[in-house]
């Protein structure tokens, strides 16, 4: 499902290519606190952009994914810093890094090097690990999406790769199993090239839970990803129970209180607690006052908080996993 309405041509998250530096280290002058900057790096050819907000010596590294129709900006608003999680991660000592998701930004002429799974794993993880370069990566990586970009962070985290890359918690926001009642309706006249009547009413209200200019879209992006027309159609029904299961992390689920795409009664986080069974610790934050595009609402930072304190709860316990390790093995 889209994580946002596409209202304009704006790429806020896209870097220039100019910037492009493959494997380079991030610049030393990106401290806790300071302005995001945009970064390029090239993955088996194709260019991912992105920005990163970077602590000196970080207790973990923060990679957040948008929705759909969205770029990396999702999450440093511009003209809002307190709404921005890549700034409140940094002052809290984390690294944080927002990617356009293959098929935003830098990498969206590239469609034939993402239309499988496995192709945007690899270009997101090869992403994260070449932005990083050889900067310190505290407890390891903690990832976090919304809406769409779900489906990325789910098949990262169950994906082999991310006991090797340090993957120590998850954060999912916008998604579920099941279309809200209303939604469905309007979604079942959607097409690959066409938005339905009334998407936008599911998405940005109520309106006065967003700033005017955020409803303006200055975070949008003018064009989709051609694979996600067959990503969004088998996700709920197959995609997310199938591979849920398989999360080897703790993970929260957070849920707008006023969430319209996704039911999100008991009954049905019930259903989507029990789908991981391999995590050894799962959440529920309700947020309150907040609709659906959690990260740009007006009420963003209280749910970044909410995020960052899962996030400082994950790597603590990280790192006493390791310690006790450590101690057993020496």
């Not at 690990?129 to 779900?150: E, Q, T, W, Y």
């Not at 795409?261 to 391999?278: N, Y």
């Amino acid at each position: 499902m889209s994580g946002t309405d596409p209202l304009s041509d704006v790429a806020a998250g896209a870097a220039p290519l100019s910037d492009v530096a493959a494997g380079a280290a991030p610049r030393s002058d990106v401290a806790a606190g300071a302005a995001p900057r945009p970064r390029v790096v090239l993955v088996d050819g194709v260019p991912m952009s992105g920005l990163m907000a970077a602590a000196a010596d970080p207790r973990g590294v923060v990679v957040a994914f948008h929705g759909g129709a969205s770029t990396a900006a999702y999450f440093d608003c511009p003209g809002h810093p307190r709404l921005s999680l890549l700034r409140a991660g940094a002052a809290l000592g984390y690294t944080v890094i927002a990617l356009d998701r293959p098929g935003y930004g830098a990498s969206a002429p590239y469609p034939d090097a993402m239309q499988r799974p496995e192709q945007r794993v690899a270009l997101a993880y090869g992403a994260v690990d070449k932005i990083l370069g050889s900067n310190p990566r505290g407890a390891g990586l903690f990832l976090l999406a919304h809406s769409a970009g779900c489906e990325l962070a789910v098949r990262m985290a169950a994906d082999e790769t991310a006991g090797h890359a340090g993957v120590f918690g998850l954060e999912l926001a916008g998604t579920g199993l099941q279309y809200a009642d209303a939604a469905n309706e309007i979604l079942k006249t959607a097409t690959a090239t066409t938005r339905p009547v009334g998407l936008r009413e599911l998405l940005w209200q109520p309106a006065h839970l967003y700033f005017a200019e955020v409803l303006s879209g200055i975070t949008n992006s003018s064009t989709g990803a051609l694979y996600e027309a067959t990503m969004v159609k088998d996700w709920a029904r197959q995609d997310f129970p199938a591979l849920a299961g398989e999360v080897r992390v703790p993970v929260q689920f957070s849920v707008a209180e006023h969430e319209r795409v996704w039911k999100s009664d008991p009954e049905a986080l019930a259903e989507i607690a029990a789908m991981f069974t391999g995590s050894p610790r799962f959440v529920i934050n309700e947020q309150v006052d907040a609709g659906h595009n959690l990260s740009l609402s007006v009420n963003a930072a209280a749910y970044h908080m909410r995020v960052l304190s899962f996030v400082e709860e994950c790597a603590t316990a990280r790192e006493r996993a390791n310690a006790e390790a450590e101690l057993e093995a020496g």
